[in-house]
């Protein structure tokens, strides 16, 4: 919704056959399987799945915060023009906090509570730009200003605890915004969040991406905000990217029968008399540990037929990029709606 | 209650498939897996099936005296196999000293632990769970005993009343019970936040029930290693009060005891001091060792 | 164990399930020796009422006071003042075991409702054990059929918590707060831990139970969307006061409060045709210890008017329901 999707500028961030293996006790859990995707400059790209989808673990992959246990694995993983594979662990974290930046869910403990706000944001700039304490306390206190804080200079001196959720969650996103980054990873930054407060922050973050340009990957489970937010989307389900766009594409004409399932659970909200059943999906995300075989929402799909359970699924491109990952052609998927609307 | 009603039931059925092992199975495999526990584990039990079956094991009555028979060396000295530890200075029979002195110091041990680890864990339990003013009871409680020093009242204590074990085990009991408070009392503090104890009170539930039957439970783990290693620093304790002549009184075979009346022979028959005292040693590493290991085993990603 | 369904008793419709009046419950923050610490109102002169078998939905942030509103029905917690009638009975007036058999709570977190150390079997039965009914295979026999009302395989009765879903658990606690057969359910947010499709599921799965058991729910959420699809009244709350009652269908196509206007405002459907909206709310959020004079929405309403922060609005009763503000002055509404 935000920008303009700039089609030809060349991608901030492309990722190809990206795979996050975890050693656990029982053998390999591939949580993130293979995906690729690729994030322009002033975009912003949602990576919208439920828990254990392995969405939260493709954006620690991103920034390199992966637990010791994971194995990160890409044919090409390139943000402006750095392999983040091969890159040091000292020029990862020269990256980070500087051109890229990242929002976490709990602005509580990501804060560190010991340290006053001006403290914590004036430790970043100086960090990653030379600069004198002046120019950091000046730049801390333009940012605070810009997501919206009054009297920035008395909020520089307070603790994080001092302040509420939402205030939290605007002094995380000034601080990541210290060193401009070109894109900032947001992993359900307004989950803990008030609903009225989530919607005055995703408006800030709109607001900051035209004002700074920069790319935004952001990660939730909330399908109103990513149908709010995004420019284009990834859907992801059991580790896989099961279906890609635009936002427009994807939501007025989901492909794939979970993209399907999980707009149909939504309370819809249309002025009319509400639905009396949800939809629903059946079964239970399996189990990623070992070879998985053919499609992993074939145990809960609807249209299940043989070809799903065999080899790996390949991916149906469709116009303006969007894809999606199922045995089913396009033509027979998008009838499918129609047809269980009635029964 | 239409065809959807119907429907509801597959629908969810159809994830009755579990997930993950439950949380006994996950313990019994890192158990097996733990080199510690194993050795620590089997150590105890030994010595424990040892002390058990004291009679049967112990070639002769540990309180005969032979004086013909004194300060025999053990086999591999120049002794012989008829008394494979050899004899102390009375003449009595070195290793079924030994065999029976297990027992008091598993006695001890272990029933010091119990009697600690009960008002322990009750205490803090009670504390944690109620909070406000009865908590405020239970921290000064705890600082008092904090405040003691334990082993000089138990010298005095055992100096009055008498070393027998039953004295023993009462006195390091109550001398012992801190730890469990402490430990406890902040689990109970976070576990009562909890909505399970919330639904259980909704529930109609006693308090005596939530404590027993829903804190406890979740308790066990941490009592259980405190106990463990508290069960060795007993063990330790009664040996130092045995030596010292303040424990269990002669005849009884205590170890303590037994390296206390092989003082005299240090110098020429060195054994006598050697044996028990590794024995000591060999039981409370092996404990310390088990109890690690349980800490270990039950470690909180365990208890999911 | 009586396994049938209750019947409705038709004289007993006409008292309401629930019956809140001027319900107010304060607390002592930061209180010591020396000062007196300051008074947080966390429920300030609630009046509700709830028909046997209606489902009435509460809305509110957090701070709004509805979760001591929930637990002071649960009798888990002392009103300050005022009262809670249950089937026209004072709450305070019901002994403990006897008001378990009639209210019963289903919580937010399924990881923490649930004793890690206990089986689905020994969470289930619970309620049977404590109120002493049955044999123990009566009571095992009443917990799988249970399961099965809920949607739960019996076979996961030994198994514990842990080696669930969070579906399956949310399952579990809802089987354990119906099996003393209450009539009414405080459910306290209890889909927004979960995923949506599960969500889903456990939002129709009330909705059935509601109809099986004649149920009367009292529905806790941040989430008006939610509450269209569940919920037959809706009473918005904001910092312990309730600023708007209505039928469902007023609260979500017709509300009065600016504050129910903005939590609808925030319920984002997967439109991508629709940017975000704009809500025009104040940011400055209020301290509940020095809570603003007046109307206590003035300083993030956009409506707000000189009027509002001098002094607090009336509330208003008409065919409409009930609202708090002075956009809707008594007697105005016609």
Known sequence: MAAPDNIDAPPILTVEGMSVDLKVPSGMLHAVNKIDFSVRPGQTFCIVGESGCGKTMTSLALMRLLPRSAKLSATRLNFDGHDLLSLSDHAMAE?????????????????????????????????????????????????????????????????????????????????????????????????????????QILQLLTKL??????????????????????????????????????????????????????????????????????????????????????????????????????????????????????????????????????? | MTDATVKAVPEALADGEIVAPSPREEMRRRAKSHIGLIFGGSIVTLVTLIAIFAPILAPYDPYDQDLTRRLIDPVWKTGNWANILGTDALGRDYLSRLIYGARISLMVGFGAAAIAGTVGSLIGIIGGYFGGRVDSVVVYLINVKLALPGLLIALSLVSIVGGSVGALVLILGFLTWDRYAVVTRSVAQQLRGNDFITAARAVGASQTRIILGELLPNVMNQIIVIASLEIAIVILIEAALSFLGLGVKPPEPSWGLMIAEARNF??????????????????????????????????????? | ????????????????????????????????????GKTLRAVEDVNLSVKRGEVLGIVGESGSGKTTLSRMMLGLMKPSGGSIRIDGQNITTIGRSELSRKVQPVFQDPYSSLNPRKTIGQIISLPLETH??????????????????????????HSYPSQLSGGQRQRVAIARALMIRPEILICDEPTSALDVSVQAQILNLLKDLREKFNLTYIFITHDLGILEFIADRVAVMYMGRVV???????????????????????????????????????????????????????????????????????????????????????????
């Not at chain 3, 059929?145 to 809920?150: F, G, S, W, Y």
């Open chain 1, 95 to 199: 990256l980070r906090g500087d051109r890229l930046g990242m929002i976490f869910q709990d602005p509580m403990t990501s804060l560190n509570p010991v340290y006053t706000i001006g403290n914590q944001m004036e430790e970043v700039y100086l960090r990653h730009r030379k600069s004198g304490r002046r120019e950091a306390r000046e730049r801390a206190e333009f940012m605070l200003q810009r997501v919206g804080i009054m009297s920035p200079a008395l909020r520089l001196k307070q603790f994080p605890h001092q302040l509420s959720g939402g205030l939290r969650q605007r002094v995380m996103i000034a601080m990541t915004l210290m060193c401009e980054p070109r894109l900032v990873i947001a992993d359900e930054p307004t989950t803990a969040l008030d609903v009225t407060v989530q919607v």
């Open chain 1, 209 to 343: 991406q035209e004002e700074f340009g920069m790319a935004i990957i952001l990660i939730t489970h909330n399908l109103g905000i990513v149908a709010r937010m995004a420019d284009r989307l990834a859907v992801m389900y059991a580790g896989k990217i099961v279906e890609t766009g635009s936002a427009l594409d994807v939501f007025t004409q989901p492909h794939h029968p979970y993209t399907q399932g999980l707009l149909r659970c939504m309370p819809t909200h249309d002025h009319g008399a509400p639905a009396t059943r949800l939809g629903s999906i059946p079964g239970i995300v399996p189990s990623l540990v070992g070879d998985i075989r053919g499609c992993g929402f074939a145990n809960r799909c609807d249209y299940v037929r043989d070809a799903c359970r065999t080899g790996d699924i390949a991916l149906r491109e469709l116009p303006d990029g969007a894809a999606y990952r199922c045995v089913i052609p396009p033509d027979e998927a998008l009838a499918r709606p129609a047809e269980l609307a009635t029964p």
């Open chain 2, 266 to 304: 240090m110098f020429f028959k060195p054994h006598l001091i050697a044996i028990p005292g590794f024995a000591i040693f060999l039981l409370v590493i092996a404990i310390n060792m088990a109890g690690d290991g349980l800490r270990d085993v039950t470690a909180p990603e365990g208890r999911n």
């Open chain 3, 1 to 36: 164990m009586n396994m049938q369904p209750k019947t409705q008793q038709s004289p007993a419709t006409q008292t309401p399930a629930v019956e809140i009046a001027n319900l107010s419950r304060s607390f002592q923050v930061g209180a010591s020796l020396m000062s007196k």
């Open chain 3, 132 to 157: 002493g009914s049955g044999s123990r295979e009566e009571r095992t026999k009443a917990v799988e059929e249970m399961m099965l009302q809920v949607g739960l395989a019996p076979r996961l009765i």
């Open chain 3, 244 to 334: 708007e009652s209505a039928t469902a269908w007023n609260v979500m196509n017709a509300p009065r409060h600016p504050y129910a206007e903005a939590l609808l405002g925030s319920v984002l459907t997967p439109d991508p045709k629709l940017g975000l909206p704009d809500l025009h709310l104040g940011r400055g959020f209020p301290d509940p210890l020095n809570p603003p004079t007046g109307c206590s929405f003035h300083p993030r309403c956009p409506k707000a008017m000189p009027q509002c922060s001098a002094n607090a609005p009336r509330t208003t009763r008409d065919e409409h329901g009930l609202v708090e503000c002075h956009l809707y002055p008594e007697g105005a509404s016609k």
